[in-house]
């Protein structure tokens, strides 16, 4: 195997295997040199990826790519690219995905980048002064940029604002943060990569007071029942799995429903795919079977599907998915999500994906594929998030 894909390789299931990075089929990696790129295909997880995870792509295509204009048409435009960059295979029988940030990959100068969802640098990047304080932070030392949807658009702002960021200072930034989204890390080495993110999270790290540990509660015999027992009653969820969590960060946005909204709606587009955009409070005095199930009927009713978290008062955190492995990646997901609500705070508070932003994911068919892989998946492939 050539050095660089073995590099590429460990770098991978480096951040893959840890949760403050990577959840599930999150975040992606790549290498390149003059001609060829190698960028994660979706279906495939970090944490135990293998040279067959990843594509390889033509860059003399890529480059024709970049310079194309495409429909306005959204629909139009993703059928146009997705072809476009199946067609950059350099194995065009080959089955594999590209990443539809395989573009992203490209543009950047750097041979190995790493593209994360840090749970640290989301606290910053999800946060009401995301902007500010990355330049406080960081100055000219990384771009930054503003939410802007997945795909196509997100590709084309970064290119743009990659130029005059290499206009001004000669050189592309090793950084690039994206709002509501997560980081892009490059440089020629994979120790180079590890010193940036170091660099990177220590730098945040330093602005986050309060607790960042939790107390784990045990989950008695008796909720256990009660949650089978309410799940049971739902003819949607019969053929389900569930976790239940409970900590001091879970029982920290259970205490009410001003709390519950810090985490009510979605940070980033991650937690549409795996949790949908919606999840269940309920803060009953009086909480059995027939009202919980009441409650879940209530809310498939006003929103369309049966939620995939729920989260009761003094019982915990609910994850509901087809098999206790993905439950718990579910779990993962939104945990995340509580953590990164909880160190927003040093930022400004949470600053949450808006309906026309959420709405787009919902209907954007690359998450569609994503979600379906997630659905029929054994345990080593996964939707590949945002990718």
């Known amino acids: 195997m050539d050095k660089n894909i073995s590099n590429l390789i ?8 840890n949760k403050e990075y990577v959840i599930a089929g999150g975040g992606n990696t790549s290498f390149k040199t003059r001609d060829k790129l190698w960028v994660k295909a979706s279906g495939f997880r970090l944490s135990d990826i293998t040279e067959k995870g990843f594509v390889s792509l033509d860059r003399n295509i890529l480059k024709k790519i970049s310079k194309k204009i495409y429909c306005n048409d959204l629909q139009k435009r993703e059928d146009e690219i997705r072809n476009d960059l ?5 194995d065009t029988s080959s089955p594999l995905r590209p990443s539809v940030e395989a573009m992203l990959h490209h543009i ?22 995301a902007k500010k304080y990355s330049n406080k932070l960081f100055g000219n030392k990384v771009l930054y940029i503003p939410y802007t949807n997945p795909g196509y658009l997100l590709y084309k702002k970064i290119e743009k ?17 994206i709002q509501n989204h997560g ?10 990569i590890k010193n940036i993110y170091e660099y990177l999270i220590s730098r945040i790290r330093e602005k986050i007071s309060g607790k960042t540990d939790h107390i784990e509660y045990d989950i008695s015999s008796e909720h256990l029942n009660l949650v089978l027992q309410s799940v049971n009653m739902i003819k949607g969820y019969r ?9 001091s960060l879970v029982e920290h946005f259970m205490k009410s429903k001003e709390t519950f ?25 009086q909480t059995g079977a027939d009202t919980i199930s009441s409650r879940i009927q209530a809310f498939k009713e006003k929103v369309g599907y049966l939620p995939k978290i729920i989260l009761i008062r003094e019982i915990g955190c609910i994850g509901i998915e087809s098999s206790t492995e993905k439950a718990g990646y579910i ?6 999500q509580m953590k990164i609500s909880y160190y927003s705070d040093n930022f400004g508070g949470p600053h949450f994906l808006n309906k026309d932003d959420i709405k787009f994911i919902e209907n954007w068919e690359a998450e569609h594929y994503r979600q379906n892989i997630f659905q029929d998946s054994n345990s080593n492939t996964y939707g590949d998030a945002m990718h």
Do not use: W
């Open 86 to 90: 199946a067609a950059s295979k350099t």
């Open 261 to 285: 909204k810090q985490i009510a709606d979605p940070f980033t587009p991650d937690i549409i795919v795996y949790c949908k955009s919606k999840y269940l409070y309920i803060d009953d005095e």
């Open 183 to 192: 980081v892009f890390v490059s440089a020629n080495t994979i120790s180079e």
């Open 10 to 17: 460990e770098i991978s299931r480096f951040y893959g295997k």
């Open 161 to 177: 604002k990659l130029k005059i960021f290499e206009e001004k200072h000669n050189v592309q930034p090793n950084i690039i943060l």
């Open 331 to 336: 779990q993962d997901t939104f945990f995340d």
């Open 239 to 247: 053929e389900s799995a569930f976790k239940i969590m409970h900590n």
């Open 108 to 129: 950047i100068t750097n041979n190995f980048v790493v593209h994360t969802h840090s749970t640290v640098v989301n606290a910053l990047m999800c946060s009401r002064f």
